[in-house]
Nanobody, 125 residues
Framework: QVQLVESGGGMVQAGGSLRLSCSAS????????MGWFRQAPGKEREFVAG????????HYVDSAKGRFTISRDSAKNTVYLQMNSLKPDDTAVYYC??????????????????WGKGTLVTVSS
């Protein structure tokens, strides 16, 4: 049974930082692309950052570039999202997601196979 468990969310002031973690079990971590998505109240779930199975390629939504960094630790079966210079617009529930690797796999919510339950990030102004 695949499980993705997020942690690290919380409340922070604008300009602050948080690091989210996602611990994966029940899958062969090294064969899965891993991504972070978020969903703000009243909005659709959107892609934030993704990292391929080898950790060699990363992808970001434009609003996250230069502020967020995704990384993975294969020894710990964990993917991270370091978030700096946080803004109130970053307030959302952040979800970890996994997709078995294939060439050209899109970073779309409906393309991901497994999801965590999410962790809430609140950024106050």
């Amino acid at each position: 049974q695949v499980q993705l468990v997020e942690s690290g969310g919380g409340m922070v002031q604008a300009g602050g930082s948080l690091r989210l973690s996602c611990s994966a079990s029940g899958l062969t971590f090294s064969t899965y692309n891993m991504g972070w998505f978020r969903q703000a109240p009243g909005k659709e779930r959107e892609f934030v950052a993704g990292i391929n199975k080898d950790g060699e390629r990363t992808h970001y939504v434009d609003s996250a570039k230069g502020r967020f960094t995704i990384s993975r630790d294969s020894a710990k079966n964990t993917v991270y999202l370091q978030m700096n210079s946080l803004k109130p617009d970053d307030t959302a529930v952040y979800y970890c997601a996994a997709r078995y690797f294939y060439i050209g796999a899109p970073w779309l919510a409906n393309a991901m196979q497994y999801w965590g339950k999410g962790t809430l990030v609140t950024v106050s102004s």
